[in-house]
């Protein structure tokens, strides 16, 4: 059969090929645009009855088209009974709708638009039920969601239309996706994505511990596509559309596609209580309340929406009880739903159109004006009804005999007493449409002339009706479809059935007439009842899911509030709390072995200084606001930490460490001077109290995990066993700590020295914008005038450093040139000659200063680098790597013979590197001071211009003697 | 002369490093009204030529610089995905840039130091190459963020970046001391090797932990993730375009290089973490963006919760997880562009607008671009057959097979909540009344981009294997190693 089969992805393409033409056709008329639609549409059904022998012979039909090979993907179709079915419905009640809608559309609604959506929908629809593969299924289902909200938002100008369409695409989309989960955990369970094999697979399935999340994701996407409870209440909403769209998806095809792919998944998922209470028990509340909502609708299209919830519910009911007998009457209840339901949603299009009002309390009587609409409509209520002779009393019977034998949760009376209550007022709106607008007297205040419309408008109904009364007639014309349906939902053999209208005395006969002399009953009373209901408080859907919508939308505000107020700390705090967690975390999940180390003895006077760097560190905390003796704090830390390393035997971190020490303490120390004295009070104690324990326990969990690495050992040798073998025989130092900065490492220490030279630049050339910029004018407005030493350059300051100069740069180059076998170093070196100019700086004043010095700071920077950078070219001539060294020992007499390496000019360069960029951030900040109404001084001893008024004399004096040297 | 190391893995970056430099002198050279143009110009060449280079360096394992540089077919693929990331949010940028009067040359050399930085991330393969490579980006992402000096927002979600961004840093810092104390190395291949998954010592783990919680915020996984609705609203739009897309992929491939490679037998000890950032990611990312009235915003929150479908594929740990990580990456980046594409383009008489009201009215007004955005949220909700699902499609389905059901089903959850602020834009644009109708879409290129991410995503289920060919290969290539 593999010939036929290959007409299957044609009828599933042909309505998205013909979808490109009415659109553009239109300008050709409105009779070839609906001609256009139709064609694809006839053509469908023609290869669909080519295909339909075989299958109503049993067999199924198959085709495959490589897709995604390797994941076993693949474009699979077939058809079987079910298929057959729906595609059928859906193709043949399109034709007709597209025959209705070329007369019910008005010559202002753009038709082109409205018949390519519909075939878009169409083809999403045929799409679906000859799918073989979920993801394709899938595909073409949220097709229908896309399309069906263009259809039902056609109607653009009015506010209820979007407003349910914005209804419908939220829940039937959520719905859907939802579906999608469910459905692809199915095909994990199984192994395969394709449904032909899944449905094999029923005992894998029902026995895998997902069985119950992917039913009840798949469901919850059948129930908001066919709108059960409690997602009925899109349904109603989405009545805003034109008739046609309200026929064709609300009555015939979409709201069935759930139902579809509960029959198409009906081998595999049921017949379990899981399924029986779920699916039976939604579709009979869904039953009971549509009828009942549906009675007290006075909008004809309403009525009929919720006639359709409840429908559906009666036939989701019928899937969920799991009998193979009740598969085959919600098959034949879904045919003849579809017939009658598209039949009234026309002839309710019919009165809109002619009367100009849906609302029955304004309709009435219209049996004498429009005759041939009365006699159709009246043959689908009475169906719709259950009345005998007409298809709806066929299936109803067979319903009502399931319920009958139904028990659910012990109890044998609930389900058939609820399913003769929902067609009892089943019955009741049947009527009610009937009465209410056809008979009774003829109303006078119609807004226009009502009268039957053109014989293209009634057809369409006329020929459903025409269906209604055959099968209700002789009901054997529609059993063979029926069994091969019913035989493909059940997935194997059916049950002895026969389609008759005369089944005997049986309990459904009764429970049928119970409904229908009630129905007639409750309608008599409807005057009286409706202002009640109208009253009666009750839960209106829609208002729930714009509840639901804002709540959500205030716990997202809440949500986002709490975590996103923008504030740094806040942040900072999430992190620190989620680290410190996720390292609590880490920490229970490894091995940690036992300690290897014993941990040292602990002497008094390093106890002493471990307690003072605790304090200081306190203190620190206790005094932030006070910026100078946290500075001050910040140096004890400093020396402790230099102390420390002495304690350790590490002279030279221990003198490199105090000179960075010196040194940054004093920039930042003048640095203060352009910042208040105290810092403000920014938080609340409570904020302040969270900082606290977030800070203790991140500062407690950083130290517990130091201290327990410190008593492991790592996983390797350490590295200084390596420096120590090879620091003299390769670097030719004995100082390891100098030969791995200039040698081992050098290349570090050369990226290191270019990094501090960039950051000098960066704070001269910051501090320079700064000061052109409102920065500036700050400065330059003297609200930083606070109180100064009277003494500006002490002359005892002044003395002694001119004293310690000679003596600080003597010790500078002892330093330097004792670095590569003793402590020291270029860059200890470097800031011991730092500290000294900056010394001179402080004592003398700046400008006095920076006119004796010669090298500009720049200069200098370049120098260092460059001086670093030629001794690593330099190896290259020697044939050896970049910054490879080499040594040698010289004798100048009357020296000592001592060692002269490479390396001593690299350090060299860091020494003037480290200099020059120590003495640009001084500059800056002393660019900043005279901006800020420093006076500059021109002599090394200065006392304050506030005093000079007393000092005057001396002063000048002072002047000219320095004019005259 | 001594033998240089083998570098020519690493041409690409070699050649972008010049590049940008020798951009750097053109910029200054070239007159000041021409200058931004005539760099972004050259700068859209180099990175093309890059990835041009990154295609002939080609894939098949190769080591660079002594081992610390790595190309694989996993590397092409993250490589190329990133230049596109930068080229189009280069091209994007133009309109906005010179009418924003942000067009100083610096920003496109940014962009491509930035870039520079990704290539490296994802080539790395030692934990020393890996810092370098993240800070030369990350360095290069603060500026860019803060680049509109004159307006708060950005300079203050710069600042913001800088310090959180420092603070991870340093955090992945103290992550690789310890790796490195407790293993030995620092080298990808040898971490592997002696990392086999039996008596993990405590440290290490804390070492991995920590190293993830950074990693975590460069590609902004909750709750490291705070940074990233401030930065996403407070950038100018072009930065944030940006932001979205190339360093997100290049952190994540970052992520699962680090993960899978090293510390790949070690996936008991931290699958378990991966696991709750990415349901925390999903979970905050569908809450959290209902409530956004800013699309920029939106859009951060929506790039949360994307990544953590992304880390569901991590979580599984395997190969087929690796994939579904790949092949979500690629689609996130056409449709983030695309939707990009569309903000930018949200213009009312020469003023940006931001807010998801603004778009009220699209369909009538500017239909083109409401279909197009249309389909890109569809796709960001994840349904099909939009590109979106796929990409979602293939975590879950790695997720499910991996027995992480739990982790799956909170995905269906939340993905389900998502869908309903990606609807309601699409409710907002063909429902609401219009308001003021947007200008004309400014560049060509913006207008291409729209169109060709719209079309791709809409399109892109009828040839798949255009994508998942080069996924499979690539996640083949890291585990085949």
Same mark, same amino acid.
């Given at each position: 059969?593999?010939?036929?089969?290959?007409?299957?992805?044609?009828?599933?393409?042909?309505?998205?090929?013909?979808?490109?033409?009415?659109?553009?056709?239109?300008?050709?008329?409105?009779?070839?645009?609906?001609?256009?639609?139709?064609?694809?549409?006839?053509?469908?059904?023609?290869?669909?009855t080519?295909?339909?022998p075989?299958?109503?012979?049993?067999?199924?039909?198959?085709?495959?088209?490589?897709?995604?090979?390797?994941?076993?993907?693949?474009?699979?179709f077939?058809?079987?009974?079910?298929?057959l079915?729906?595609?059928?419905?859906?193709?043949?009640?399109?034709?007709?709708?597209?025959?209705?809608?070329?007369?019910?559309l008005?010559?202002?609604?753009?038709?082109?638009?409205?018949?390519?959506?519909?075939?878009?929908?169409?083809?999403?629809?045929?799409?679906?039920?000859?799918?073989?593969?979920?993801?394709?299924?899938?595909?073409?289902?949220?097709?229908?969601?896309?399309?069906?909200?263009?259809?039902?938002?056609?109607?653009?100008?009015?506010?209820?239309?979007r407003?349910?369409?914005?209804?419908?695409?939220?829940?039937?989309?959520?719905g859907?996706?939802?579906?999608?989960?469910?459905?692809?955990?199915?095909?994990?369970?199984?192994?395969?994505?394709?449904?032909?094999?899944?449905?094999?697979?029923?005992?894998?399935?029902?026995?895998?511990?997902?069985?119950?999340?992917?039913?009840l994701?798949?469901?919850?996407?059948?129930?908001?596509?066919?709108?059960?409870?409690?997602?009925?209440f899109?349904?109603?909403?989405?009545?805003?559309?034109?008739?046609?769209?309200?026929?064709?998806?609300?009555?015939?095809?979409?709201?069935?596609?759930?139902?579809?792919l509960?029959?198409?998944?009906?081998?595999?998922?049921?017949?379990?209580?899981?399924?029986?209470?779920?699916?039976?028990?939604?579709?009979?509340?869904?039953?009971?309340?549509?009828?009942?909502?549906?009675?007290?609708?006075?909008?004809?299209?309403?009525?009929?929406a919720?006639?359709?919830?409840?429908?559906?519910?009666?036939?989701?009911?019928?899937?969920?009880?799991?009998?193979?007998?009740?598969?085959v009457?919600?098959?034949?209840?879904?045919?003849?739903?579809?017939?009658?339901?598209?039949a009234l949603?026309?002839?309710?299009?019919?009165?809109?159109?002619?009367?100009?009002?849906?609302?029955?309390?304004?309709l009435?009587?219209?049996?004498?004006?429009?005759?041939?609409?009365?006699?159709?409509?009246?043959?689908?209520?009475?169906?719709?009804?259950?009345?005998?002779?007409?298809?709806?009393?066929?299936?109803?019977?067979?319903?009502?005999?399931?319920?009958?034998?139904?028990?659910?949760a012990?109890?044998?009376?609930?389900?058939?007493?609820?399913?003769?209550?929902?067609?009892?007022?089943?019955?009741?709106?049947?009527?009610?449409?009937?009465?209410?607008?056809?008979?009774?007297?003829?109303?006078?205040?119609?807004?226009?002339?009502p009268?039957?419309?053109?014989?293209?408008?009634?057809?369409?109904?006329?020929?459903l009706?025409?269906?209604?009364?055959?099968?209700?007639?002789?009901?054997?014309?529609?059993?063979?479809?029926?069994?091969?349906t019913?035989?493909?939902?059940?997935?194997?053999?059916?049950?002895?059935?026969?389609?008759?209208?005369?089944?005997?005395?049986?309990?459904?006969?009764?429970?049928?007439?119970?409904?229908?002399?009630g129905?007639?009953?409750?309608?008599?009373?409807?005057?009286?009842?409706?202002?009640?209901?109208?009253?009666?408080?009750?839960?209106?859907?829609?208002?729930?899911?714009?509840?639901?919508?804002?709540?959500?939308?205030?716990?997202?505000?809440?949500?986002?509030?709490?975590?996103?107020?923008?504030?740094?700390?806040?942040?900072?705090a999430?992190?620190?709390?989620?680290?410190?967690?996720?390292?609590?975390?880490?920490?229970?999940?490894?091995?940690?072995?036992?300690?290897?180390?014993?941990?040292?003895?602990?002497?008094?006077?390093?106890?002493?200084?471990?307690?003072?760097?605790?304090?200081c560190?306190?203190?620190?905390?206790?005094?932030?606001?006070?910026?100078?003796?946290?500075?001050?704090?910040?140096?004890?830390?400093?020396?402790?930490?230099?102390?420390?390393?002495?304690?350790?035997?590490?002279?030279?971190?221990?003198?490199?460490?105090?000179?960075?020490?010196?040194?940054?303490?004093?920039?930042?120390?003048?640095?203060?001077?352009?910042?208040?004295?105290?810092?403000?009070?920014?938080?609340?104690?409570?904020?302040?109290?969270?900082?606290?324990?977030?800070?203790?326990?991140?500062?407690?969990?950083?130290?517990?995990?130091?201290?327990?690495?410190?008593?492991?050992?790592?996983?390797?040798?350490?590295?200084?066993?390596?420096?120590?073998?090879?620091?003299?025989?390769?670097?030719?130092?004995?100082?390891?700590?100098?030969?791995?900065?200039?040698?081992?490492?050098?290349?570090?220490?050369?990226?290191?020295?270019?990094?501090?030279?960039?950051?000098?630049?960066v704070?001269?050339?910051?501090?320079?914008?700064?000061?052109?910029?409102?920065?500036?004018?700050?400065?330059?407005?003297?609200?930083?005038?606070?109180?100064?030493?009277g003494?500006?350059?002490?002359?005892?300051?002044?003395?002694?450093?001119?004293?310690?100069?000679?003596?600080?740069?003597?010790?500078?180059?002892?330093?330097?040139?004792r670095?590569?076998?003793e402590?020291?170093?270029?860059?200890?070196?470097?800031?011991?000659?730092?500290?000294?100019?900056?010394?001179?700086?402080?004592?003398?004043?700046?400008?006095?200063?920076?006119?004796?010095?010669?090298v500009?700071?720049?200069?200098?920077?370049?120098?260092?680098?460059?001086?670093?950078?030629?001794?690593?070219?330099?190896?290259?001539?020697?044939?050896?790597?970049?910054?490879?060294?080499?040594f040698?020992?010289?004798?100048?007499?009357?020296?000592?013979?001592?060692?002269?390496?490479?390396?001593?000019?690299?350090?060299?360069?860091?020494?003037?590197?480290?200099?020059?960029?120590?003495?640009?951030?001084?500059?800056?900040?002393?660019s900043?001071?005279?901006?800020?109404?420093?006076?500059?001084?021109?002599?090394?001893?200065?006392?304050d211009?506030?005093?000079?008024?007393?000092?005057?004399?001396?002063?000048?004096m002072?002047?000219?003697?320095?004019?005259?040297? | 002369?001594?033998?240089?190391?083998?570098?020519?893995?690493?041409?690409?970056?070699?050649?972008?490093?010049?590049?940008?430099?020798?951009?750097?002198?053109?910029?200054?050279?070239?007159?000041?009204?021409?200058?931004?143009?005539?760099?972004?110009?050259?700068?859209?060449?180099?990175?093309?030529?890059?990835?041009?280079?990154?295609?002939?360096v080609?894939?098949?394992?190769?080591?660079?610089?002594?081992?610390?540089?790595?190309?694989?077919?996993?590397a092409?693929?993250?490589?190329?995905?990133?230049l596109?990331?930068?080229?189009?949010?280069?091209?994007?940028?133009?309109?906005?840039?010179?009418?924003?009067?942000?067009d100083?040359?610096?920003?496109?050399?940014?962009?491509?130091?930035?870039?520079?930085?990704?290539?490296?991330?994802?080539?790395?393969?030692?934990?020393?190459?890996?810092?370098?490579?993240?800070?030369l980006?990350?360095?290069?992402?603060?500026?860019?963020?803060?680049?509109?000096?004159?307006?708060?927002?950005?300079?203050?979600?710069?600042?913001?970046?800088?310090?959180?961004?420092?603070?991870?840093?340093?955090?992945?810092?103290?992550?690789?001391?310890?790796?490195?104390?407790?293993?030995?190395?620092?080298?990808?291949?040898?971490?592997?090797?002696?990392?086999?998954?039996?008596?993990?010592?405590?440290g290490?783990?804390?070492?991995?932990?920590?190293?993830?919680?950074?990693?975590?915020?460069?590609?902004?996984?909750?709750?490291?993730?705070?940074?990233?609705?401030?930065?996403?609203?407070?950038?100018?739009t072009?930065?944030?375009?940006?932001?979205?897309?190339?360093?997100?992929?290049?952190?994540?491939?970052?992520?699962?290089?680090?993960?899978?490679?090293?510390?790949?037998?070690?996936?008991?000890?931290?699958?378990?973490?991966?696991?709750?950032?990415?349901?925390?990611?999903?979970?905050?990312?569908?809450?959290?963006?209902?409530?956004?009235?800013n699309?920029?915003?939106?859009?951060?929150?929506?790039?949360? +919760?994307?990544? *953590?479908?992304?880390?569901?594929?991590? /979580? =599984?740990? #395997?190969? !087929?997880g690796?994939?579904g990580?790949l @092949?979500?990456?690629?689609?996130?980046?056409?449709?983030?562009?695309?939707?990009?594409?569309?903000?930018?383009?949200?213009?009312?008489?020469?003023?940006?607008?931001?807010?998801?009201?603004?778009?009220?009215?699209?369909?009538?007004?500017?239909?083109?671009?409401?279909?197009?955005?249309?389909?890109?949220?569809?796709?960001?909700?994840?349904?099909?057959?939009?590109? +979106?699902?796929? *990409?979602?499609?293939?975590v879950?389905? /790695? =997720?499910? #097979?991996? !027995?992480?059901?739990?982790?799956?089903? @909170?995905?269906?959850?939340?993905?389900?909540?998502?869908?309903?602020?990606?609807?309601?834009?699409?409710?907002?644009?063909?429902?609401?009344?219009?308001?003021?109708?947007?200008?004309?879409?400014?560049?060509?290129?913006?207008?291409?981009?729209?169109?060709?991410?719209?079309?791709?995503?809409?399109?892109?289920?009828?040839?798949?294997?255009?994508?998942?060919?080069?996924?499979?290969?690539?996640?083949?290539?890291?585990?085949?190693?």
């Amino acid at each position: 059969m593999e010939s036929i089969g290959t007409f299957l992805p044609l009828i599933a393409m042909m309505p998205f090929v013909g979808a490109l033409f009415p659109g553009l056709m239109i300008q050709a008329g409105r009779n070839v645009c609906a001609m256009t639609a139709a064609v694809p549409t006839i053509l469908a059904i023609i290869m669909l009855t080519i295909c339909a022998p075989a299958v109503l012979d049993g067999e199924v039909l198959q085709f495959s088209l490589p897709w995604l090979p390797s994941l076993g993907l693949n474009v699979n179709f077939f058809l079987d009974g079910l298929g057959l079915l729906f595609a059928g419905l859906i193709l043949g009640i399109g034709i007709l709708i597209i025959l209705y809608a070329r007369f019910y559309l008005s010559r202002q609604d753009p038709m082109g638009q409205f018949y390519t959506y519909l075939l878009l929908f169409q083809g999403a629809m045929v799409g679906i039920v000859l799918s073989d593969n979920i993801l394709l299924l899938l595909i073409f289902w949220e097709l229908t969601s896309l399309s069906s909200f263009l259809l039902i938002g056609y109607w653009k100008h009015l506010p209820e239309g979007r407003q349910g369409a914005r209804m419908a695409l939220t829940v039937t989309g959520m719905g859907g996706l939802a579906m999608i989960a469910g459905m692809l955990i199915l095909g994990n369970i199984v192994g395969s994505y394709d449904l032909t094999v899944i449905l094999e697979n029923k005992d894998a399935i029902q026995a895998s511990p997902l069985y119950l999340p992917a039913l009840l994701l798949i469901l919850v996407g059948c129930f908001a596509k066919s709108a059960q409870f409690p997602f009925h209440f899109w349904l109603p909403h989405a009545m805003a559309a034109p008739t046609p769209v309200s026929a064709y998806l609300h009555s015939a095809t979409m709201v069935k596609a759930g139902l579809f792919l509960m029959a198409r998944m009906w081998p595999v998922l049921a017949g379990t209580p899981e399924w029986f209470y779920i699916v039976a028990t939604t579709g009979l509340i869904t039953m009971v309340l549509g009828a009942v909502i549906a009675l007290f609708k006075d909008d004809l299209k309403a009525l009929l929406a919720f006639s359709t919830v409840s429908h559906l519910g009666l036939i989701t009911m019928l899937l969920g009880f799991g009998t193979p007998l009740a598969a085959v009457a919600a098959v034949f209840h879904i045919i003849n739903h579809a017939t009658f339901k598209a039949a009234l949603f026309m002839t309710a299009g019919i009165v809109d159109h002619e009367a100009h009002t849906r609302d029955i309390k304004r309709l009435g009587g219209l049996r004498h004006l429009m005759p041939i609409t009365f006699l159709i409509a009246m043959l689908a209520a009475l169906s719709m009804a259950g009345i005998p002779l007409l298809n709806g009393f066929l299936s109803k019977e067979m319903m009502l005999e399931e319920a009958a034998h139904t028990v659910w949760a012990g109890s044998p009376w609930l389900v058939p007493a609820l399913a003769t209550l929902g067609a009892l007022f089943s019955v009741a709106y049947s009527f009610r449409y009937i009465v209410h607008v056809f008979l009774g007297d003829v109303r006078q205040d119609y807004p226009s002339k009502p009268h039957d419309p053109d014989f293209g408008m009634w057809a369409a109904p006329g020929f459903l009706v025409l269906l209604v009364v055959l099968i209700g007639v002789l009901p054997a014309v529609a059993e063979p479809l029926v069994r091969t349906t019913a035989g493909a939902v059940v997935g194997g053999e059916l049950p002895y059935f026969s389609l008759k209208i005369w089944h005997g005395l049986t309990p459904a006969l009764f429970m049928s007439a119970i409904a229908v002399a009630g129905g007639a009953l409750v309608l008599s009373i409807h005057s009286v009842l409706a202002p009640r209901w109208d009253a009666a408080p009750r839960p209106e859907a829609k208002q729930i899911f714009d509840a639901i919508a804002r709540t959500a939308t205030v716990f997202s505000r809440w949500l986002t509030d709490m975590l996103h107020n923008g504030s740094l700390s806040r942040f900072a705090a999430i992190f620190a709390v989620a680290v410190i967690a996720a390292g609590l975390f880490a920490w229970t999940g490894g091995e940690a072995g036992p300690p290897v180390r014993e941990p040292l003895e602990i002497a008094a006077v390093p106890a002493i200084a471990w307690a003072l760097l605790v304090l200081c560190s306190l203190g620190m905390l206790v005094f932030h606001r006070n910026r100078l003796l946290v500075l001050i704090l910040m140096g004890v830390v400093g020396l402790i930490v230099s102390l420390a390393f002495i304690y350790f035997s590490a002279p030279d971190l221990a003198l490199t460490q105090i000179s960075v020490e010196v040194v940054t303490i004093i920039l930042l120390l003048l640095a203060l001077n352009f910042l208040p004295k105290v810092s403000p009070k920014e938080s609340s104690p409570g904020r302040r109290l969270r900082d606290g324990v977030v800070a203790g326990a991140g500062g407690l969990a950083v130290a517990g995990l130091t201290y327990a690495i410190l008593l492991g050992d790592f996983a390797q040798e350490s590295i200084s066993a390596f420096h120590l073998e090879n620091s003299y025989s390769g670097g030719g130092g004995t100082n390891v700590v100098n030969v791995i900065l200039v040698d081992f490492r050098g290349y570090d220490t050369f990226g290191e020295i270019i990094v501090l030279g960039i950051a000098a630049l960066v704070i001269y050339a910051l501090s320079q914008s700064v000061l052109g910029g409102a920065g500036g004018r700050w400065l330059a407005s003297g609200e930083l005038d606070s109180k100064k030493a009277g003494d500006r350059h002490p002359l005892m300051m002044v003395i002694a450093s001119r004293v310690m100069m000679p003596i600080a740069l003597m010790a500078g180059v002892y330093i330097f040139l004792r670095g590569h076998n003793e402590p020291g170093g270029g860059f200890i070196a470097g800031l011991v000659v730092a500290i000294a100019l900056v010394m001179q700086y402080m004592a003398s004043g700046f400008a006095w200063a920076v006119a004796r010095q010669r090298v500009p700071y720049h200069t200098t920077i370049a120098l260092g680098v460059m001086a670093a950078c030629f001794t690593g070219v330099g190896a290259w001539f020697a044939g050896r790597p970049f910054l490879t060294s080499d040594f040698g020992y010289v004798t100048i007499p009357p020296l000592e013979k001592f060692e002269l390496a490479t390396a001593m000019a690299f350090d060299i360069g860091v020494f003037l590197c480290v200099i020059g960029a120590v003495m640009l951030a001084l500059d800056s900040l002393s660019s900043m001071a005279r901006r800020a109404g420093e006076t500059v001084n021109q002599l090394p001893m200065d006392i304050d211009p506030a005093r000079r008024s007393v000092a005057n004399a001396t002063d000048k004096m002072a002047v000219a003697a320095g004019k005259e040297a | 002369m001594t033998e240089l190391p083998v570098m020519m893995p690493a041409s690409p970056e070699i050649f972008l490093a010049c590049a940008a430099m020798a951009m750097m002198m053109v910029g200054v050279f070239v007159k000041a009204e021409n200058a931004y143009r005539v760099v972004s110009t050259l700068a859209i060449v180099a990175l093309v030529f890059a990835g041009g280079l990154v295609l002939h360096v080609g894939g098949g394992r190769q080591e660079a610089l002594f081992g610390f540089f790595v190309v694989d077919d996993f590397a092409v693929f993250m490589k190329v995905l990133i230049l596109i990331g930068s080229v189009v949010a280069l091209i994007m940028s133009e309109g906005y840039v010179q009418r924003e009067k942000m067009d100083r040359f610096e920003f496109p050399i940014l962009v491509t130091f930035a870039t520079l930085g990704m290539l490296m991330m994802v080539s790395a393969n030692d934990l020393l190459s890996l810092y370098i490579g993240l800070e030369l980006q990350s360095l290069s992402l603060y500026v860019v963020a803060s680049f509109q000096r004159d307006s708060i927002r950005s300079t203050e979600s710069g600042l913001k970046y800088f310090v959180l961004g420092a603070l991870s840093s340093g955090l992945l810092l103290y992550g690789c001391s310890l790796i490195y104390g407790f293993s030995g190395t620092t080298q990808f291949d040898t971490l592997a090797l002696a990392l086999t998954g039996d008596d993990t010592s405590k440290g290490l783990i804390v070492g991995i932990v920590f190293l993830i919680a950074a990693l975590a915020f460069k590609v902004s996984a909750v709750p490291f993730h705070m940074w990233t609705p401030d930065v996403y609203e407070g950038a100018p739009t072009p930065v944030t375009a940006f932001f979205a897309v190339a360093p997100k992929i290049a952190a994540m491939a970052l992520f699962l290089r680090t993960m899978l490679g090293p510390f790949g037998d070690l996936v008991a000890d931290w699958g378990q973490i991966i696991w709750l950032v990415s349901v925390a990611s999903m979970l905050l990312g569908a809450f959290a963006a209902i409530a956004q009235s800013n699309i920029k915003r939106l859009m951060a929150y929506s790039s949360i +919760g994307h990544i *953590g479908y992304a880390l569901m594929g991590l /979580a =599984a740990g #395997n190969e !087929e997880g690796l994939k579904g990580v790949l @092949i979500y990456l690629a689609i996130y980046l056409i449709m983030n562009v695309g939707v990009f594409a569309c903000i930018l383009s949200m213009k009312v008489q020469n003023r940006m607008v931001e807010n998801i009201t603004d778009l009220a009215g699209l369909g009538k007004s500017n239909p083109a671009m409401a279909v197009l955005l249309m389909v890109l949220m569809f796709s960001m909700a994840g349904i099909p057959p939009m590109a +979106g699902f796929f *990409g979602k499609f293939f975590v879950f389905m /790695a =997720a499910l #097979n991996a !027995e992480l059901y739990a982790l799956a089903i @909170i995905g269906a959850v939340s993905s389900v909540v998502g869908a309903f602020y990606y609807l309601r834009i699409i409710k907002i644009m063909y429902f609401d009344e219009p308001v003021e109708a947007f200008d004309k879409v400014e560049t060509m290129g913006l207008r291409g981009v729209m169109i060709v991410s719209g079309l791709l995503t809409a399109v892109l289920f009828i040839y798949l294997p255009g994508i998942t060919d080069p996924a499979t290969a690539a996640a083949a290539s890291l585990f085949g190693g």
